[in-house]
């Protein structure tokens, strides 16, 4: 069975400075794997994914995550944050039979100015 | 194009009624899936329907229960309800059922049971 382990439950930063979100899987199949951001009140939206190839993947919002398979790694970065990227992060993985995600526990981000 | 529309928005239920709750995926796509969404418990996974057929099923009691139409437009239910039951139920729609699709997901709709 897959699982997905966001380390950080809440992660506050100042403004401008460099972020870095971190999410482990286990799985004994490959898996693709996604990051997902909620803002309040809202449901989920798509910041990146990994398929496969570059293990670097750049997303949306100018986020980026790298992909370590010896690791069990997909941690998420962004190099200068603003206050609008305070909202909650989901670090996901899907086997590729199958449709559904399986998501970590969501890592909060509140950006101060 | 339009997005995933989950219908209604908010809802607010007693502990014993049921409720069913809508999804409209976006045009095209054959997949829905539905999660619920609690502060203790997270995103959790409770079905995936493509094609008028459900692939796959999560860990949820026999009360949760969905289907999909031929307009792949779907419903889920929730039979007798249990307060632990209120949460933040989202859908989501892709084109396939494959691992690579991306899911979109709809604003949800938030049950509350009193």
């Known amino acids: 069975a897959q699982s997905v382990t966001q380390l950080d439950s809440q992660v506050p930063v100042f403004e401008e400075a460099p972020v870095e979100l971190r999410c482990n899987y286990s799985?004994?199949?490959?898996?693709?794997l996604f990051w997902y951001v909620q803002y309040p009140n809202q449901g989920l939206q798509l910041l990146l994914k990994?398929?496969?190839?570059?293990?670097l993947v750049k997303g949306i919002n100018g986020f980026e995550a790298e992909f370590n398979k010896s690791q069990t790694s997909f941690h998420l970065r962004k190099p200068s944050v603003h206050i609008s990227d305070t909202a909650e992060y989901f670090c996901?993985?899907?086997?590729?039979?199958?449709?559904?995600?399986?998501f970590g526990k969501g890592t909060k981000l509140s950006v101060k100015p | 194009k339009a997005g995933v529309t989950q219908t209604p928005r908010y809802l607010i239920k007693t502990r014993g009624q049921q409720v069913t709750l809508s999804c409209s995926p976006i045009?095209?796509?054959?997949?829905v899936s539905w999660y619920q969404q609690t502060p203790g418990q997270g995103l959790q996974f409770l079905f995936e329907?493509?094609?008028?057929?459900?692939?796959n099923k999560g860990n949820f009691p026999g009360r949760f229960s969905g289907r999909q139409f031929s307009n792949s437009r779907s419903e889920m239910n929730v039979s007798t309800l249990e307060l632990g039951d209120s949460a933040l139920y989202l859908c989501?729609?892709?084109?396939?059922?494959?691992?690579?699709?991306?899911?979109?997901f709809g604003q949800g709709t938030r049950l509350t049971v009193v």
């Open positions: 989501a729609s892709s084109l396939e059922a494959t691992g690579a699709q991306e899911a979109f």
């Open positions: 799985s004994s199949v490959s898996v693709y």
């Open positions: 990994y398929l496969s190839g570059s293990t």
């Open positions: 996901a993985v899907k086997r590729g039979s199958q449709g559904n995600l399986i």
């Open positions: 045009s095209g796509h054959r997949s």
């Open positions: 329907y493509f094609s008028e057929t459900q692939r």
